[in-house]
């Protein structure tokens, strides 16, 4: 399922110059909205830390981001599952390198990142309604590029999101 899924979004981009173009700045775009988006609100995190509270959540700003990566980054060297467009002898759309690619580092990160977002400002907003929405395209872009299967956009997801959400909103 996970393979045939994974061709028929290909074959999308694969057969079409704009859907490929768009797949390929989209996720190279995505990565660098996501960057600026964590630095811009982790400075504010920082800069409006004025009592105890705000300073731990300044602190988790920082930290559940990174652990989620780590943890992915992990988990990638446990599955050492091969990136689809190696697997199956296609062209990647950004000239990835070969490496693992479950789960997807960039979705697990746009997730949790998008969380961290809504977390400092106190729910959903019109950031936040922003920032979800391309953290679901940044996973999608992912796919279209040759580089994820959707399994690993959507264990992407999870993870980010789920411990985005423990993290920031249980902790």
Excluded at 1 to 19: G, P, W
Excluded at 74 to 101: C, Q, T
Excluded at 107 to 114: G, L
Excluded at 129 to 138: D, E, N, R
Aim: proline share 3%; with cysteine.
């Amino acid at each position: 399922m996970d393979k045939k899924l994974f061709l028929f979004l290909y074959s999308k981009a694969e057969n079409n110059k704009i859907i490929e173009k768009i797949s390929a700045v989209g996720t190279k775009l995505s990565y660098h909205i996501f960057v600026l988006i964590f630095a811009v609100f982790g400075v504010y995190a920082v800069f409006m830390a004025v009592n105890k509270h705000d300073l731990i959540m300044a602190v988790k700003y920082f930290l559940i981001p990174l652990m989620v990566f780590i943890l992915n980054t992990s988990l990638r060297k446990v599955f050492k599952k091969e990136r689809p467009f190696l697997a199956l002898g296609k062209k990647s759309l950004i000239g990835k390198k070969n490496s693992y690619s479950f789960p997807s580092n960039h979705a697990a990160s746009a997730m949790v990142i998008s969380i961290a977002v809504i977390y400092t400002q106190n729910g959903i907003n019109a950031i936040g309604a922003a920032v979800l929405p391309l953290a679901f395209l940044t996973g999608i872009s992912r796919i279209f590029a040759g580089v994820h299967y959707p399994s690993d956009v959507l264990f992407g997801w999870l993870i980010g999101g789920l411990l985005g959400y423990l993290g920031f909103f249980c902790l």
